[in-house]
């Protein structure tokens, strides 16, 4: 019990510092909010890396979840980390999704024996959305709209990649190269179909939640 408390510290103080870090370069260097928030989601994906190394319990790993989301929305709020003129809302509406998609994969993967499929959903959406997110606000120039969020064919370009690439390189392992090709192709297609549908940070939850399940019936089944 002390070492994985030890390490579900571990957890918290790693997001805190990758939080730290994002908003130092916002307040210190000029770095734009919307990049420091990147920065942020990217950097807070690979947590969950530490709850499977180090086989955290669940009920442990979904404590800590709700704990560090708890602390990062009260910041959030209190005191205005990684917002800028677009306010809170959307921000703390991230975060919440983000937070959910966590409890949810650990919850159902967890017990199942897929913690590599959890952890897959997760990555997905912190690299993939992320870089996605990052292409399409700096570099997007052809743009569509659906349900009222404007998303560029860049970004989600991006996103496929990433996406496809990830599941590659997390499934290969356990899989083998040959059997994880198609299923790579179709897991970076959901989740390229999620991010563009979804909004307000929805796709912090979709897009784990989609890719993650997927997975699993492709190939943990």
């Known amino acids: 019990m002390t070492t994985s408390l030890f390490h579900a510290a571990l957890a918290i103080i790693g997001i805190a510092a990758i939080i730290a870090i994002a908003e130092g370069l916002r307040r210190y ?51 205005k980390i990684l917002v800028s003129g677009d306010g809170t809302k959307r921000t703390n509406l991230g975060f919440f999704y983000y937070a959910l998609s966590h409890v949810i994969l ?40 659906i349900r009222g969020a404007t998303k560029s064919f860049e970004g989600s370009a991006t996103m496929f990649l990433v996406s496809t690439a990830l599941s590659v390189i997390v499934l290969a392992p356990f899989y083998g190269l040959a059997t994880v090709i198609l299923p790579a192709v179709a897991i970076g297609t959901i989740a390229t179909l999620f991010e563009a549908i979804s909004r307000n940070g929805e796709d912090n939850l979709t897009v784990s939640l989609a890719t993650a399940f997927v997975a699993y019936l492709l190939l943990g089944i």
């Open 29 to 79: 260097f000029g770095a734009q909010p919307e990049f420091a928030r990147k920065i942020a989601h990217i950097g807070g994906g690979h947590i969950i890396l530490i709850a499977w190394w180090f086989e955290i319990p669940v009920w442990l790993a979904i404590t800590t979840t709700a704990l560090v989301t708890i602390g990062v929305i009260l910041s959030l709020t209190r005191l």
């Open 106 to 145: 650990i919850s159902v993967l967890w017990p199942l024996g897929g913690e590599v499929f959890a952890v897959l959903g997760i990555l997905i959406m912190a690299w993939g959305d992320g870089l996605a997110g990052f292409v399409g606000y700096y570099l997007g120039r052809h743009r569509y709209n």
